[in-house]
């Protein structure tokens, strides 16, 4: 199969959404389909066999801290010079929805999928939520043009079908479960991310310092206990301020890490912290999973599509204290800690990215079979 994929992020960028397109990549090119990829040009022409053309990306005036590519008539010429059987339009919104039109006027199979709930992010940056009807609208308008839309969830499928998308499908969630593993928990590690407090419970956030992580939240936490530390480990826009606001307590900001590094950073952990309500998914809380820790989670529907309350983690509710207070102590406990690990580390091994990306290809032939009946 030719498969062409548009997306508004790829390498060498580092989030959930370049993580799946990057293995699913890999899986097809494996199985001897040909894969292109057209993203924002960020110095990469080619990935695991794959072709990756970049288009000229711009930086936004409201997210600076990753560059983006506007709508590009450039996307039409590029397909129909590939003349792919399917087209993966990623979040088509700026670049991606490029992809989408191109395949729409060119008569090509499209699968579209959503993976950052823009909408939602909006009511967390007050000076841009009056966008969010027009960006409703684009991305309803822009996933109408696809034969098969994919959600990375059963509560974003729901919302998606709510605002009326059509033919709407969940694709399984995925882990390296090589790379995220309790082995690499490490004392060294340990050490350094509890400021020399081994004894503490040891709390680590991973992800995207933005708004939309809800980290703040945690603060009080860290007023209130002496007991825990904090490692919140990753970069963003929102960094300068959360290093302000969390000033005095004992949190610590190791910066971006990634490979074997960051595969200590979760295994030394006492558990994975993880307070948004907003995420789509949080394919980092698999990640956590897989490192063997308990998830201790701000209660929300994608939240409870993984983690399971005294089972493989502990769930709060966000913004109540007493909430948080109660998952930490169940933590205390040895015997359910022990319990937890071992569930959260099995739950991980069911999802390969293999299995994910496999799903991925089962869409794009049910999008092919869809396409020739509507248009035959």
Do not use: C
């Given at each position: 199969?030719?498969?062409?994929?548009?997306?508004?992020?790829?390498?060498?960028?580092?989030?959930?959404?370049?993580?799946?397109?990057?293995?699913?990549?890999?899986?097809?090119?494996?199985?001897?389909?040909?894969?292109?990829?057209?993203?924002?040009?960020?110095?990469?022409?080619?990935?695991?066999?794959?072709?990756?053309?970049?288009?000229?990306?711009?930086?936004?005036?409201?997210?600076?801290?990753?560059?983006?590519?506007?709508?590009?008539?450039?996307?039409?010429?590029?397909?129909?010079?590939?003349?792919?059987?399917?087209?993966?339009?990623?979040?088509?919104?700026?670049?991606?929805?490029?992809?989408?039109?191109?395949?729409?006027?060119?008569?090509?199979?499209?699968?579209?999928?959503?993976?950052?709930?823009?909408?939602?992010?909006?009511?967390?940056?007050?000076?841009w939520k009056w966008g969010k009807p027009a960006v409703w609208w684009q991305i309803k308008r822009n996933h109408a043009l696809?034969?098969?839309?994919?959600?990375?969830?059963?509560?974003?499928?729901?919302?998606?079908?709510?605002?009326?998308?059509?033919?709407?499908?969940?694709?399984?969630?995925?882990?390296?479960?090589?790379?995220?593993?309790?082995?690499?928990?490490?004392?060294?590690?340990?050490?350094?991310?509890?400021?020399?407090?081994?004894?503490?419970?040891?709390?680590?956030?991973?992800?995207?310092?933005?708004?939309?992580?809800?980290?703040?939240?945690?603060?009080?936490?860290?007023?209130?206990?002496?007991?825990?530390?904090?490692?919140?480990?990753?970069?963003?826009?929102?960094?300068?301020?959360?290093?302000?606001?969390?000033?005095?307590?004992?949190?610590?900001?190791?910066?971006?890490?990634?490979?074997?590094?960051?595969?200590?950073?979760?295994?030394?952990?006492?558990?994975?912290?993880?307070p948004s309500v907003t995420e789509t998914l949080g394919l980092v809380i698999l990640e956590g999973m897989a490192s063997g820790?308990?998830?201790?989670?701000?209660?929300?529907?994608?939240?409870?599509?993984?983690?399971?309350?005294?089972?493989?983690?502990?769930?709060?509710?966000?913004?109540?204290?007493?909430?948080?207070?109660?998952?930490?102590?169940?933590?205390?406990?040895?015997?359910?800690?022990?319990?937890?690990?071992?569930?959260?580390?099995?739950?991980?091994?069911?999802?390969?990215?293999?299995?994910?990306?496999?799903?991925?290809?089962?869409?794009?032939?049910?999008?092919?079979?869809?396409?020739?009946?509507?248009?035959?």
């Amino acid at each position: 199969m030719k498969i062409a994929i548009v997306t508004e992020t790829f390498l060498p960028s580092v989030d959930g959404v370049v993580t799946r397109l990057r293995h699913a990549v890999e899986r097809f090119t494996d199985l001897g389909h040909e894969v292109m990829v057209i993203a924002p040009d960020l110095g990469v022409t080619e990935h695991h066999g794959a072709r990756v053309v970049g288009i000229r990306p711009v930086t936004l005036p409201f997210y600076k801290h990753r560059r983006f590519t506007l709508p590009s008539p450039n996307v039409d010429g590029i397909i129909r010079g590939f003349h792919p059987d399917v087209v993966h339009a990623a979040q088509p919104i700026l670049l991606a929805s490029s992809g989408a039109f191109a395949a729409h006027r060119q008569r090509i199979p499209l699968v579209a999928s959503y993976h950052t709930h823009i909408p939602r992010y909006l009511d967390l940056y007050r000076a841009w939520k009056w966008g969010k009807p027009a960006v409703w609208w684009q991305i309803k308008r822009n996933h109408a043009l696809a034969d098969l839309n994919i959600a990375t969830s059963e509560t974003m499928k729901a919302e998606l079908a709510e605002q009326g998308l059509h033919n709407l499908h969940v694709v399984r969630r995925g882990v390296d479960t090589r790379t995220f593993h309790p082995r690499f928990a490490n004392a060294a590690m340990r050490e350094r991310l509890t400021q020399g407090h081994p004894e503490k419970k040891l709390l680590v956030f991973v992800g995207r310092l933005a708004a939309e992580k809800e980290i703040h939240t945690l603060r009080p936490m860290m007023e209130r206990r002496d007991d825990v530390a904090l490692a919140i480990v990753g970069d963003g826009p929102y960094r300068r301020e959360l290093e302000e606001h969390f000033a005095g307590t004992a949190t610590l900001f190791p910066g971006f890490m990634e490979g074997e590094e960051l595969a200590s950073a979760f295994a030394s952990a006492d558990a994975f912290v993880f307070p948004s309500v907003t995420e789509t998914l949080g394919l980092v809380i698999l990640e956590g999973m897989a490192s063997g820790l308990p998830v201790v989670a701000a209660r929300s529907g994608p939240t409870t599509e993984q983690v399971t309350d005294g089972v493989n983690g502990l769930l709060f509710d966000s913004g109540d204290e007493a909430s948080l207070d109660a998952a930490l102590s169940r933590l205390g406990d040895t015997e359910l800690r022990g319990r937890i690990r071992e569930a959260a580390r099995a739950e991980a091994e069911k999802f390969s990215w293999e299995n994910a990306s496999d799903d991925l290809l089962r869409y794009y032939e049910m999008a092919i079979e869809e396409h020739g009946s509507s248009h035959g």
